[in-house]
């Protein structure tokens, strides 16, 4: 049933009611248009409906209600949307909304926001997950790149994200691989509509490598917290444990412990926030990036050199990235240069005058024992025992 308050709220200089339905969103966005509301006009869980509207959305069919009841009727029907739960931009070193846990039966959409993946890896990540008692229908077909390292054109891939996102029965959408082109989609999705339409609570995006494009975008205009794990076409290349923590993360909220070196002394709590060095330098200065402040900003990345790690590293500190960042949390530098210890000595001659204290060798990355964590949720980094740890669980405080 569609559902009006009287008009009594004063805003930019006009008086509103709340329109809303007790029955769907798909009923009240039905009935918005019908009336020529605008999209805009919609706020979580109802429209703003200037008092000049209201007699005639009433002759419409909309049941005039008190304001109270209209809260009481949408509490009710599950359609009462709280704004700490709204999908909106967040400020750095907040926490992010957390997506719920995987539940056999649950549905997971698989996209390619990258490149191409090999096509019996991807069937066998496929495979994994239906094993695991989830619903994955095949992804997308897309339209012809332009260049053979994207997995579609720019248009297809952006499309398949946002259906993926905007499908109320989708509970997490996972990419295939990394590779390039993540980056090259986020003029072309509508941020605010993927806040606006979404229904319930957040699906998970899951990736790494050049997904961190996403991610950053995720937490920059969505406000919601992200898994930094192995695509599909990795999953059945990863070793049986790396396989469990993905599985753990998603289906239990458990995030296994990570055990690396301390590099530079001292304890630091925040939430998670980075990904891939190399896409991280590549977006400093653009639209859609969430810097490290107040945060542990986690780094890694795969065939650089260390001249080349030097380059990456010296843009995101002079773009500001690392502006009251809490502390560091470095996982693998896969083939960046032999001996390993030039990358080492190299990470601690550019980070260590931040002061902050900073944990190096974790098991995240380009590694077929990667771990998989939650960006945009509270860790615990301890530079003098090298571990970092994650405690979903735990309510923080933002």
Request: proline share 8%; aromatic share 6%; net charge neutral.
């Amino acid at each position: 049933m569609i559902l009006i308050d009287p008009p009594q709220v004063a805003r930019h200089g006009r008086v509103w009611s709340h329109l809303a339905s007790d029955t769907s969103y798909d009923e009240l966005h039905a009935f918005a248009r019908a009336a020529g509301i605008p999209a805009r006009g919609f706020d979580r869980d109802h429209y703003d409906a200037p008092q000049e509207l209201y007699d005639r959305l009433v002759a419409a069919g909309a049941v005039p209600v008190s304001t109270r009841e209209l809260i009481r009727r949408l509490g009710a029907a599950g359609l009462r949307r709280p704004k700490r739960d709204l999908m909106r931009p967040r400020s750095p070193g907040r926490t992010l909304l957390l997506p719920p846990r995987l539940r056999p039966g649950d549905r997971v959409a698989v996209v390619a926001p990258a490149g191409p993946a090999d096509v019996d890896r991807l069937d066998a990540g496929l495979a994994l997950l239906r094993g695991w008692g989830l619903d994955v229908p095949p992804p997308a077909a897309l339209a012809t790149a332009g260049q053979p390292w994207l997995a579609g054109s720019d248009e297809a891939r952006a499309a398949a994200l946002t259906e993926a996102w905007l499908d109320p029965t989708v509970r997490a959408v996972v990419a295939t691989r990394g590779g390039f082109g993540s980056q090259r989609l986020l003029d072309l999705v509508d941020w605010r509509r993927l806040a606006r339409e979404r229904e319930g609570p957040p699906a998970w995006l899951v990736g790494y490598s050049d997904v961190t494009a996403l991610h950053q975008a995720f937490a920059a205009a969505l406000g919601v917290a992200t898994m930094h794990g192995p695509g599909v076409a990795t999953l059945p290349q990863l070793t049986d444990d790396a396989r469990q923590a993905w599985h753990a993360l998603l289906f239990e909220g458990r995030v296994l412990p990570l055990e690396g070196e301390g590099l530079a002394p001292g304890e630091a709590t925040g939430p998670l926030v980075g990904g891939n060095l190399t896409v991280l330098a590549a977006a400093a200065g653009t639209r859609g990036v969430h810097p490290a402040r107040d945060s542990i900003a986690l780094l890694e990345d795969v065939n650089e050199a260390p001249y080349r790690l030097d380059r990456l590293l010296t843009q995101l500190l002079r773009s500001g990235w690392f502006e009251g960042v809490r502390g560091v949390a470095l996982g693998g530098f896969t083939d960046c240069g032999a001996p390993d210890h030039d990358v080492r000595r190299l990470l601690l001659d550019r980070l260590g005058p931040l002061g902050v204290p900073i944990v190096g060798g974790l098991p995240v990355g380009h590694l077929d024992a990667t771990r998989s964590v939650v960006l945009g949720r509270r860790a615990r980094l301890d530079g003098r025992s090298g571990r970092v740890t994650q405690d979903l669980a735990v309510s923080p405080t933002a």
